[in-house]
């Protein structure tokens, strides 16, 4: 008996849930296409404009998922509740957290379904995108293409003044160091790029050495250099941070701090996003406590309503935090998770009020 009324409680939390997110989304996808529509040019034009916004509608599914978990869950569980099913359960002998057991499994097939979402489907469809459109527009302008960015291997520092996404960076500086921070040698090579193993190649490479007898000058036509600096940390490095996977954000944010560098960024969107797949999981059992309450004798207009105030509460906390605390340098786990405890906090103390 209690499995078909897990399976049956399920399927009304994710029925409802889908629908509420694909409403979120359609919503979330035309803000987007209409915020690209002002950087139309070259051959960005409205077609890769709308492949774009639906290559970033993964990520923006994953960011809405706890909203839409909450307000899909008080909808279900609510129309549940108004027809008295609620009263029925909890009459052939099911208790409060037998009930919050069976909903909380809806809550962690979401939670699987967001992991998955975070991890394997929007960061890589998100880096795609950006690419994708960066290439569109300035492809008929080749020397805009890439980004330049300063990359760190221990004593030597990388200016790379064009990198795109084949891996071909152009002309480098190279700024080697001695074990007490002296300035050791300037090299300029004209061109450069990784081969197949990951190794430096750069072409035209011309280096001032600074020696305690003065500076020489060395010139060769090619020269092959290992760095640790490899494509996966360079792609890194000019990516956005919620374009990278977890594994990728980790082996990014042990590479910054190996060599000294800031780490805070990508350690916030890191638990940002561990705290935001997590909440899914919660949000059923909140809403079982709210329809145990007020909200049983009130209507879906209500029960909308109030999923919309917490899950926006919620939502522009959660941001406010994350952003706050990469301005203030704050401790990155405690702010974003602040937001997930005082959700769990508040589901505790709504389930130990219900009688």
Partial sequence: MSGILTQYLMRTILMATALVLIVLMALAGLFEFIGELDDTRGDYQT??????????LPNLAFEMLPVATLIGSLLGLGGLAANSE??????????????SRMVALSGLLLLLITGMIGEFIGPPLDLYARNMRTEARYEKDSGRMGSATWVKDGPVFLHLERVNSE???????LFRFDENDN???IALAENSGLDNDDNWILQNLRETRFEDDGVKVVESSLAVESFEVD?????????????LSGRGLLVYIDYLKRNELDASRYESELWYRASRTLTVIIMPILSLAFVFGSLRSGGAGGRLMMGVVIGLAYYLGSETLANSGQVFNLNPILINWLPSGILLLVTVVALSRVR
Wanted: charged share 15%; glycine share 8%; no cysteine.
């Fill in 47 to 56: 077609a890769q404009a709308v492949l774009y916004t639906l290559l970033r």
């Fill in 86 to 99: 609620f009263v029925v359960m909890r009459s052939a002998g099911l208790s409060v957290g037998k009930l």
């Fill in 167 to 173: 891996f071909e960076f152009g002309s480098i500086y």
């Fill in 183 to 185: 300035l050791d040698a």
């Fill in 231 to 243: 494509a996966e940390l360079l792609g890194s490095s000019l990516a956005k941070p919620l374009s």
